[in-house]
Nanobody, 115 residues
């Protein structure tokens, strides 16, 4: 079992930046992938970005060039740096980790982009 705790969400103006963090309760070496999904009101949850345990990254088209995911194994933490934020990025952002046998989820952190 592992707990994932997100932090860093909040309110930001369009064009601004925000970094959200996901801290795991134990070593993340065993997870094949960690990453972020988001869910806006009335919409399905969608994959934003993921990073493998070999540091390979993948991004949804709607965040490419704006968001960067990184993984710090020494701190058991994954980060999502979000730049050039748009109102349509408003959502609850959920961290996840998976080793193909099981997937864990965090509780989510709200990101609101509004003037």
């Amino acid at each position: 079992q592992v707990q994932l705790v997100e932090s860093g969400g909040g309110l930001v103006q369009p064009g601004g930046s925000l970094r959200v963090s996901c801290a795991a309760s134990r070593s993340i070496f065993s997870f094949a992938y960690m990453g972020w999904y988001r869910q806006a009101p009335g919409k399905e949850r969608e994959l934003v970005a993921r990073v493998s345990n070999s540091e390979n990254t993948a991004y949804a088209d709607f965040v490419k060039g704006r968001f960067t995911i990184t993984r710090d194994s020494a701190k058991n933490t994954v980060y999502l740096q979000m730049n050039s934020l748009k109102p349509e990025d408003t959502a609850v952002y959920y961290c996840y980790s998976t080793n193909s046998a099981v997937t864990y989820w965090g509780q989510g952190t709200q990101v609101t982009v509004s003037s």
